[in-house]
């Protein structure tokens, strides 16, 4: 989603979309998985902080390698969920 400075478009409008298709008005019963996201970031961020910390996230998410920063991780895990959420259309799709 592009957002442009002169349309009242939000900057992070992707963003936005994702976190809504985890979400009670996306469709899920309650609103669990998208507060369970928000509260993920800041401890990945956190974890992402020390070796120790990057070395407890590969172990803890099965990661195949030590990621190189929590922000790098939080980034990869965001792209997943909006290629998830870009699928989740309101009608049939053939890919």
Do not use: H, M
Not at 38 to 49: D, V
Not at 60 to 74: A, E, K, Q, R, Y
Request: glycine share 8%; with cysteine.
């Amino acid at each position: 989603i592009w957002g442009f400075p002169t349309l009242d478009t939000a900057l992070d409008g992707s963003s936005i979309a994702v976190a809504r298709a985890f979400s009670k008005a996306g469709g899920l019963p309650n609103d669990y998985c998208r507060i369970n996201l928000l509260g993920a970031w800041p401890i990945i961020s956190a974890l992402g902080q020390t070796a120790q910390g990057l070395e407890f996230l590969k172990e803890s998410l099965n990661l195949c390698s030590v990621p190189s920063s929590g922000s790098d991780l939080i980034q990869i895990i965001q792209d997943v969920f909006f290629d998830l959420a870009e699928a989740n259309y309101p009608f049939a799709s053939t890919y």
